[in-house]
């Protein structure tokens, strides 16, 4: 008799439990595994500015987005919506998407985000992940196309901080480590044809069609938003912004362009373009 009442109170201690997702918790599948590529600085950067104006465009053969340029930069924010990658060919192709700090104009990247990649049999996969360039990217959990992530990065004594949310599921991970010669000299929010193929090219970008970054997307307020020694605020508010399009590369020939900021300066999409 007692056997069955321990039996009988388990069950109802299981039926009162919130059901997986409702609430925020450490991601279940949470187990560091060093991932398959690398992310990284920005490559083969050429800026076009006018002199008078602190707003000026970039292009690289890895890069797109956005980066604001800054001193002592201690935090980064950013929401996006994980896209669909379409995956017409038995071709490996990737794409990443990220918020991070360092990389524009410095040696180290302290960064977390998603990839959509198509891994070589047709097959699309999903998952967040995160890196303190130069050591390894690690992925940390999976996620769908369609959710909503958040994400931040934030120094504070002499460490990194990344933490990354999946807002409709509410499992997070998060992570901390010092970086060797960080600069903490830029902010960014990203589109990225990771490294490496071989030679040390840059990987063919993944088609996913179309990123939004920002609360215009997400509807998560106060994303995309920086701070350093002078600044605290969304994109626009940087005395100094860099729009980032992607050119090809002989590794990766894909494009990928990004749309002006919102009126508010919040908010961008990025395409791909074959």
């Known amino acids: 008799m007692g056997f069955r009442r321990s039996w009988l109170g388990l069950l109802v201690t299981l039926a009162v439990l919130p059901a997986f997702g409702q609430v925020s918790a450490p991601a279940e599948n949470a187990v560091e595994k060093i991932a398959r590529h690398q992310h990284g600085p920005i490559r083969d950067k050429t800026e076009h500015r006018d002199a008078s104006k602190s ?28 896209p669909t990658a379409i995956c017409p060919s038995a071709q490996g192709q990737y794409a990443a998407f ?18 959509s990649d198509c891994d070589g049999d047709n097959n699309p996969s999903y998952y967040a992940w995160y890196e303190f360039y130069p050591k390894p990217s690690y992925t940390v959990m999976r996620v769908n196309p369609g959710d909503r992530i958040s994400a931040s990065v ?3 004594g002499s460490e990194f901080t990344i933490t990354i ?27 990225e044809a990771p490294c490496c193929a071989r030679g040390n090219g840059i990987l063919p970008l993944s088609d996913f069609v179309t990123v939004g970054f920002g609360s215009d997307y997400t509807a998560l307020a106060g ?10 605020g969304p994109i626009a508010s940087f005395p100094t912004i860099w729009e980032i399009n992607k050119t090809g590369s002989s590794t990766s020939p894909q494009l990928s362009t990004c749309s002006a900021l919102s009126a508010d300066g919040t908010s961008f999409s990025c395409s791909w373009a074959p």
């Open 223 to 232: 994303t995309n938003d920086a701070t350093d020694s002078t600044t605290s």
């Open 98 to 115: 990220w918020v991070g700090l360092d990389g524009y104009s410095s040696d180290s990247v302290e960064q977390t985000g998603t990839d």
């Open 165 to 191: 949310t999946d807002e409709n599921t509410g499992q997070f991970y998060t992570k901390s480590s010092s970086v060797r010669g960080a600069q903490r000299s830029s902010a960014e929010w990203i589109t």
């Open 55 to 82: 707003f000026g465009s970039s292009t690289s053969s890895n890069w797109s987005g956005y980066a604001v340029l800054g001193s002592s930069f201690t935090s980064v924010k950013g929401s996006w919506v994980v």
């Open 154 to 156: 934030v120094y504070r």
